[in-house]
């Protein structure tokens, strides 16, 4: 099974992505951390995920910017400085629409940049279409290319 990584450390903001997930029927496994930092080291199987298999990465990581500990640009930058995470989708699923955030976002290796829809009914189809093309349509690298 796909698994999305959603990196939310807004208890509303997760709640409000998983619904819209149930809603749409789309019933991936998430695993959800609530910083930078557990992000991290959910990604490359250290700390507290020590004995996860890494080489079983999320189809998607869904990543909000503002983060506690460390920001999501840079989680972004890490993980594409790492051969091991440098070909993982990541969508940056955020409140910001500042335009810095968007190029810096971008310029770090962003495969997609959206803006959380205030409204609920947006929000849902947004969630839609983005389980549609990250999980049924897009055509990830193969696994062992991600972990070289």
Known sequence: ??????????????????????????????????????????????????????????????????????????VLRRLRADDRTRLLPVVILTSSDEERDIVKGYSLGANSYIRKPVDFSQFIESVRQLGLYWLVLNQSPPSEKRSR
């Open 1 to 74: 099974m796909k698994i999305i990584l959603l990196v939310e450390d807004n208890p509303d903001d997760e709640a409000l992505t998983l619904r819209a997930l149930e809603k749409n029927n789309i019933m991936n496994q998430v695993m959800i951390v609530r910083d930078g930092a557990e992000a991290l080291d959910f990604l490359f199987a250290r700390g507290e995920y020590e004995g996860r298999d890494a080489s079983v990465m999320p189809q998607v990581v869904l990543l909000d910017l503002k983060l506690p500990k460390i920001d999501g640009l840079e």
